[in-house]
C-alpha cells in the first residue's frame, strides 16, 4: 500500500464561527445548548449531529491541549498555569453534565440503532460506558485530580542539579550516567538521588491527596476501589484483571531471565566485580558516550532522514510539524519531564514535546513520539473525532513498532558500524528492561488502589516487595535503601495518569511481533502497520491488531514465544 503524504490543513468549520474562540463557559454554552435541543427526525439529521458534536469536541480539545502543552513547555509562567487551571475549573467541569446528556440522547435516539455498527461499534460502547459512570458529584472532583496531578509536572520540572558550576536538568544529567568515567557516574547518581530525595516527603503528600479523591469517586460510582471503576472507565472490554496478573507472571518467568542475560553482558564489559545503580547505562573505558546529535533541530532533520527511509509519508508527517513549529524537543530548567505526542484534533497536525539531552535514549524517544505523530496523522481523516480516540493499547503499538522498524537505519545518526551496533542493543535492553518495570508500576498500583486508606510506611512496604519480585538482583543497592524505597516517585504516570501503563506492556509484546513481521517482509509490515493505524478506533482492540497482522495477546504461552524471538535477535547481536 503506497500512501502519498498530503499535507493536512485545519478542518472547515459548519457549526461554529470560522473565527470563534474558547474564552469562558459563557461563550460555549450556547453551542450544547443548541446540540442538546435540536430535533432529530432522520437518521441523516443525526449523523449531521454527530459530526458538529464532532467539530465541537474538536474545537474544545484543541484548545485544551494548547494549554497543557504550553504549562509543560514553561512550568515558571504563570499565565500558562492560570490558563490551564482555569481550564480545568471552570469550564470542563460545565461540560460534563452535557456530555452526559448528550450521550443520553443519542442512546435514546431511534435511529441509533440504524447507524452501520462497523463503524460506529466501539463509539457506542464508549458512550454506552460513559453514560452508566457518569455521576454529577464526581464532576468537581475530577477536576480537582486533574488540577493536582499536574503539580508533579511542577514539583519536577524544579529539579536539577549542579556540576563544575554549571546547572543541569535531570533529564540532561542522565546522559553522564553512560560516561565511562566510574567517579564522574557516581558523583552525577549521588546529587541525582540526593535532588530527588528533597522532595520525597512533597511527593507523597501530593500522592495522598490524589488517592482519597480517586477512592471517593470510585465509591460515587458504585465500585468497591478505584481499580475497578479505572478498569471500566478505561474502556478495557477487551481483558480483565486475571490477564494482567497473568502478564505480570509471564514477564517474571520469561523475560526477566533475559534481563539478567544483558545485565551480566554489560557487567562483563565493564570488568565489574560488582553492579553498581551508576553502571547500568555505562561503558568501558576508552569507549566514548555515544552522541547522536547536538540539538533538537539537528535531531528532528535526521529523524526526517530515517523515516523517508521507511515510507515517504512518515517523514512528511514530521516535515510537516516542523513547518507548523509543532516540536519543543530540548531540555531546559522550567521545562515538565517526560516526552509526550499530543493530537491537535481540529488541525490534524500534533505537538511533539521532550526532553532531549543529545543521548542514545533521546533518539529512540524521538522515534516513539514520531509514531504516535503519524498515528494521528493516519487516524485525522475520520469523521468523527470520537473515533480518533483511539485507546492506548493500539496507541503504543504505533509508537513501539516506529522504534524497531527503523532501527535498522539509525546509520543516519551513527556511520560508524560499532556504534551503530551499540545503538540497536541499547534499544533492545530498552524493550527487554521496561517489560518487568511495566509488570513492576502495574502491579504496584492494583495493590495502591484496593488498599484504600493505607500509610506512607505500608505503600513503601508494597513497593518494595513488588520491586524486588521484578529484580534480578544483580545490581548491588547498598547505601541507596531510601533512594529506592522512594523510587516509584519518578515514574509521572502514578500521579498524572493511573492505570495507564500496562497499555505500554501489551503494545510491546504487539511491537515486537510486529517487528518480527517487517523482518519476514518488511513492506507488508508496514502497509499492514498504516492499516490498522488508519482505522482509529472503528474497531476493537483485537480487530485492530489482526489488521495489523499480529494478535492481541499477553498470555504466557505467547510471551514465551516472542521472549524466544528476542532471544535470537540478541544472539544476532553478540550477546
Not at 552522541?291 to 514530521?318: I, R
Not at 475520520?382 to 492506548?392: I, T
Not at 547505601?479 to 504516570?493: A, D, I, M, S
Not at 498470555?555 to 516472542?562: F, G, H, I, M, T
Request: with cysteine; net charge negative.
Amino acid at each position: 500500500m503506497t500512501k502519498t503524504f498530503i499535507p493536512l490543513h485545519q478542518n472547515l468549520r459548519h457549526f461554529l464561527p470560522i473565527d470563534f474562540k474558547i474564552t469562558d463557559w459563557d461563550a460555549l454554552q450556547p453551542y450544547f445548548d443548541k446540540l442538546l435541543n435540536r430535533i432529530i427526525s432522520t437518521k441523516n439529521e443525526l449523523e449531521l449531529w454527530l459530526q458538529d458534536i464532532s467539530e465541537l469536541e474538536a474545537v474544545i480539545s484543541e484548545d485544551a491541549c494548547w494549554r497543557q502543552i504550553n504549562m509543560t513547555c514553561d512550568t515558571t509562567n504563570n499565565m500558562y498555569q492560570e490558563a490551564f487551571t482555569y481550564f480545568c475549573m471552570e469550564i470542563e467541569p460545565k461540560m460534563k453534565p452535557y456530555g452526559f446528556e448528550l450521550n443520553k440522547k443519542l442512546l435514546d435516539c431511534k435511529f441509533t440503532k440504524e447507524l452501520d455498527t462497523k463503524i460506529y461499534f466501539p463509539y457506542l460502547r464508549n458512550v454506552d460506558n460513559a453514560a452508566k459512570l457518569y455521576r454529577e458529584e464526581n464532576v468537581s472532583l475530577q477536576a480537582d485530580a486533574n488540577l493536582l496531578a499536574q503539580q508533579y509536572g511542577v514539583i519536577n520540572g524544579a529539579m536539577g542539579i549542579e556540576l563544575d558550576g554549571k546547572e543541569y536538568t535531570l533529564q540532561q544529567a542522565v546522559k553522564f550516567l553512560h560516561s565511562a568515567d566510574r567517579l564522574l557516574r557516581e558523583t552525577v547518581f549521588n546529587k541525582i538521588v540526593a535532588r530527588r530525595l528533597t522532595d520525597k516527603d512533597k511527593l507523597n503528600e501530593l500522592f495522598d491527596k490524589l488517592l482519597a479523591i480517586r477512592h471517593k469517586i470510585a465509591i460515587n460510582a458504585g465500585f468497591d476501589n478505584y481499580r475497578d471503576y479505572k478498569f471500566r472507565e478505561l474502556g478495557r472490554f477487551d481483558y480483565s484483571v486475571r490477564e494482567c496478573f497473568e502478564f505480570h507472571d509471564a514477564v517474571k518467568e520469561h523475560i526477566l531471565p533475559l534481563q539478567a542475560k544483558l545485565i551480566y553482558a554489560r557487567k562483563k564489559r565493564l570488568c565489574l566485580d560488582t553492579m553498581r545503580p551508576w553502571d547500568s547505562d555505562a561503558e568501558p573505558v576508552g569507549t566514548e558516550p555515544l552522541h547522536p546529535f547536538e540539538t533538537g533541530e539537528e535531531l528532528c532533520n535526521k529523524s526526517v532522514e530515517v523515516f523517508a527511509t521507511l515510507s515517504p509519508y512518515f517523514s512528511g508527517c514530521l516535515q510537516t510539524m516542523q513547518q507548523m513549529q509543532r516540536l519543543d524537543l530540548e531540555s531546559r530548567k522550567g521545562k515538565a519531564p517526560g516526552g509526550y505526542n499530543c493530537p491537535l484534533a481540529e488541525t490534524g497536525v500534533p505537538f511533539i514535546f521532550m526532553n532531549a539531552a543529545g543521548t542514545v535514549g533521546d533518539v529512540i524517544t524521538m522515534m516513539h513520539e514520531g509514531g504516535h505523530a503519524v498515528h494521528s496523522f493516519l487516524s485525522h481523516p475520520l469523521q468523527l473525532s470520537a473515533f480518533k480516540e483511539y485507546p492506548m493499547e493500539i496507541a503504543e503499538l504505533a509508537s513501539m513498532s516506529m522504534e524497531l522498524f527503523s532501527m535498522e537505519h539509525w546509520n543516519i545518526f551513527f556511520t560508524d558500524e560499532k556504534e551503530l551496533n551499540r545503538a540497536q542493543l541499547e534499544e533492545m535492553e530498552r524493550v527487554i528492561s521496561v517489560m518487568p518495570w511495566i509488570a513492576t508500576i502495574d502491579k504496584y498500583q492494583h495493590w495502591l488502589y484496593t488498599n484504600p486508606g493505607h500509610t506512607i510506611a505500608d505503600r513503601e512496604q508494597a513497593w518494595l516487595t513488588i520491586l524486588n519480585e521484578f529484580s534480578c538482583g544483580i545490581t548491588d543497592w547498598s547505601g541507596f535503601e531510601e533512594y529506592r524505597t522512594n523510587f516509584w516517585q519518578k515514574q509521572l504516570h502514578l500521579f498524572e495518569v493511573p492505570f495507564y501503563y500496562i497499555e505500554y506492556g501489551i503494545a510491546q509484546l504487539g511491537a515486537i511481533a510486529m517487528w518480527r513481521q517487517y523482518r519476514n517482509n518488511k513492506q507488508q509490515a508496514l502497509d499492514n502497520y498504516m492499516a490498522a493505524l488508519s482505522l482509529g478506533y472503528t474497531k476493537t482492540l483485537k480487530e485492530l491488531y489482526a489488521t495489523a497482522g499480529i494478535k492481541f495477546d499477553f498470555s504466557p504461552a505467547y510471551v514465551k514465544e516472542l521472549g524466544q524471538f528476542v532471544n535470537e535477535r540478541l544472539g544476532e547481536m553478540g550477546v
